[in-house]
């Protein structure tokens, strides 16, 4: 059974970091695009950032604007989110997502598995 378990959201101030960590498990991701979505309330869920097994390429949605870095580790199955400076409009459910390995096709929602979420509230 294919899982990917979310940890790390909290409710923290504007301003403050973050890391959310996937732990992957069910099946070998190594030909897997790893990511991230958001859901705020009353809104689409949208893409955060992606990236590849190897070579570890990125892709980040254009909002982050240099606060957001991912990465991962193939050998624990894990990916992460460093965010930094976070801001109210950061508030939203966060989703681990592994999915076909393209950048566009991973933009688009083509997920094959998702985890169940984790809330990330920034107080203004």
């Known amino acids: 059974q294919v899982q990917l378990v979310e940890s790390g959201g909290g409710l923290v101030q504007a301003g403050d970091s973050l890391r959310l960590a996937c732990a992957a498990s069910?099946?070998?991701?190594?030909?897997?695009?790893m990511g991230w979505f958001r859901q705020a309330p009353g809104k689409e869920r949208e893409f955060v950032a992606s990236?590849?097994?190897?070579?570890?390429?990125?892709d980040y949605a254009d909002f982050k604007k240099g606060r957001f870095t991912i990465s991962r580790d193939n050998a624990k199955n894990a990916v992460f989110l460093q965010m930094n400076s976070l801001k109210f409009e950061d508030t939203a459910v966060y989703y681990c997502?592994?999915?076909?390995?393209?950048?566009?096709?991973?933009?688009?929602?083509?997920?094959?598995?998702w985890g169940q979420g984790t809330q990330v509230t920034v107080s203004s």
């Open positions: 997502a592994a999915g076909v390995d393209s950048r566009v096709a991973f933009r688009t929602a083509r997920i094959d598995y």
């Open positions: 069910g099946r070998t991701f190594s030909s897997y695009r």
């Open positions: 990236i590849s097994w190897s070579p570890a390429t990125t």
